[in-house]
């Protein structure tokens, strides 16, 4: 199947800081990406969606100036956690779809202390 | 909106046992549906997927599911459990209406020699 690469695999911030998670489809355009949010011993909660050159779909709940996600490219898009808090700590893992099929991320791990 | 159900939040087999792990979806007309399996800390996989056809799927890693519209039934199987087989899975359907991807609670398999 298709790859896509997640970046970093693990971070620590300090609360206030900001962080950036990169997801990169390698092999295949992406015209939608997914951002998701995965709290311990939970499923996946579907934080955002992003077509290529739009502004993404926040789900409900979500703060969009918080959670900020660019998709500049077919390939690349970001989640930059700003001013983030220990409540922000999970485990984000992004998904890209050229079609009718995603594939996922490796997933980040975010601690914020 | 589609709702995608996992009746079972743990199961338990022992290797070298059959298993069957149970995902029910709520959709009126032919769903695209999905397994994924994850590993502690790490991304999703697609183990299989069913779009239309066959009703009867392969997928990798000896797993199959078979879609019955009558119950709006997805369920994974596997005639012999490896202890490499333990890990979280998690039923998926797609939902048309922003092409994003519905997930079940997850079902978390453990193998016991």
């Known amino acids: 199947g298709a790859v896509v690469s997640q970046h970093p695999s693990r971070v620590i911030c300090k609360s206030g800081t900001s962080v950036k998670i990169e997801c990169r489809s390698l092999d295949f355009q992406a015209t939608t990406m997914f951002w998701y949010r995965q709290f311990p011993k939970q499923s996946l909660m579907l934080m955002a969606t992003?077509?290529?050159?739009?502004?993404?779909?926040?789900e409900q709940g979500v703060e969009k100036d918080k959670f900020l996600i660019n998709h500049a490219s077919l390939t690349l898009s970001t989640l930059t956690v700003t001013s983030a808090h220990p409540e922000d700590s999970s485990f984000y893992i992004c998904?890209?779809?050229?079609?009718?099929?995603?594939?996922f991320g490796q997933g980040t791990r975010l601690t914020v202390v | 909106a589609q709702s995608v159900t996992q009746p079972d939040i743990h199961i338990t087999v022992s290797e070298g046992a059959s298993l069957e792990l149970r995902c029910n979806y709520s959709y009126g007309a032919t769903p695209y549906l999905f397994w994924y399996v994850q590993s502690p800390g790490q991304g999703l996989q697609l183990l299989l997927k069913y779009f239309s056809g066959d009703t009867l799927v392969q997928g990798i890693k000896g797993f199959e599911a078979e879609f019955k519209r009558s119950q709006s039934s997805f369920n994974l199987r596997k005639p012999s459990v490896h202890w490499s087989d333990a890990a979280e899975y998690f039923c998926a359907v797609v939902e048309f209406e922003g092409n994003k991807l519905v997930f079940g609670a997850g079902t978390i398999l453990r193998v016991k020699s």
């Open positions: 992003s077509n290529e050159g739009s502004k993404a779909t926040y």
């Open positions: 998904s890209a779809s050229g079609g009718s099929e995603a594939f």
